[in-house]
């Protein structure tokens, strides 16, 4: 399912209006739509938090119209659209709050996952405003977190999508790393530090992909996509220290667009 070239269509811009004004809910495409049922779930990243754009009736959750989900329904008019992935979700609020639209029927699902219970907000700010030691020991903890703990948490959410949605194509969206090593950054955290976190974006992003692949899913890795475009870049995709500091280390409107869109479109 490549992206469409629909995007100028009448369907394209009658579904992207009412994603807008609807937020969450089931937006319908039409009866006639090839393209099937898609539920976008999962954290901060899919949600769109950093792209601006925020749909009204998300309030906190910052749904954005410039998010990777609802620019690929704008441009591929599924059967419905429901998008329930918000700002700050763990693998628990997943599971008890972001499931509901999953039916037989559902044919694709996008999910990025994990970073908030490995305890992404906690290291970045320790790593911003503590020593290179107390970065590097944060760090430590959440890859050991990774390594144990969320592992049976991934295996939960992707076992409760499957059962829900047995038939669909479930695409899992990983994370880029954060920082171009030797960029042009000549203030903020160290190269030790940034070294350390791009570290731990891949291991995460290891774990995603083997979980996804055990479970029969797709991994869209996006470092690719967002090489040059890391923070020290001089053409960044990402925020670095924002306000409002719920953007930090999010991607932009360009990050979302060309980094995750792309990668998205390719497996889903």
């Not at 393209?35 to 601006?52: I, Q």
């Not at 977190?145 to 959410?157: A, F």
């Not at 203030?187 to 029969?216: C, F, P, Q, T, W």
Request: net charge neutral; glycine share 12%.
């Amino acid at each position: 399912m490549k992206l469409s070239t629909l995007t100028g269509s009448l369907s394209a811009l009658v579904l992207a209006a009412v994603c807008a004004l609807s937020g969450a809910g089931a937006v319908q495409a039409g009866e006639r739509s090839s393209t099937p049922a898609y539920v976008a779930l999962g954290d901060s990243y899919s949600s769109g938090v950093g792209a601006g754009g925020y749909i009204g009736s998300s309030g906190a959750c910052k749904r954005s119209s410039k998010s990777y989900p609802a620019l690929w329904a704008a441009a591929n008019a599924p059967a419905s659209f429901s998008f329930t992935a918000c700002s700050g979700a763990r693998t628990g609020d997943v599971l008890s709050r972001q499931l509901d639209p999953l039916t037989p029927s559902t044919g694709l699902v996008s999910i990025s996952v994990g970073g908030n219970d490995a305890g992404f907000a906690d290291t970045m700010s320790t790593c911003v405003f503590g020593s290179d030691s107390a970065c590097l020991n944060r760090v430590t903890q959440a890859r050991t977190y990774i390594d144990g703990t969320l592992p049976g948490q991934l295996d939960s959410v992707y076992s409760a999508i499957k059962a829900k949605a047995p038939a669909a194509r479930v695409v899992v969206l990983g994370y880029p790393r954060f920082y171009r090593i030797g960029g042009g950054c000549s203030s903020g955290l160290s190269e030790k530090k940034r070294i350390a976190i791009n570290g731990a974006a891949d291991h995460i992003n290891a774990v995603l992909a083997k979980r996804a692949a055990d479970h029969g899913f797709a991994f869209g890795d996006v470092n690719a996509t967002f090489a040059g475009h890391e923070i020290c870049s001089g053409d960044a995709w990402l925020h670095s220290v924002t306000l409002p500091v719920d953007e930090s280390y999010h991607p932009t409107a360009p990050g979302q667009s060309g980094g995750y869109l792309p990668v998205f479109a390719s497996a889903a």
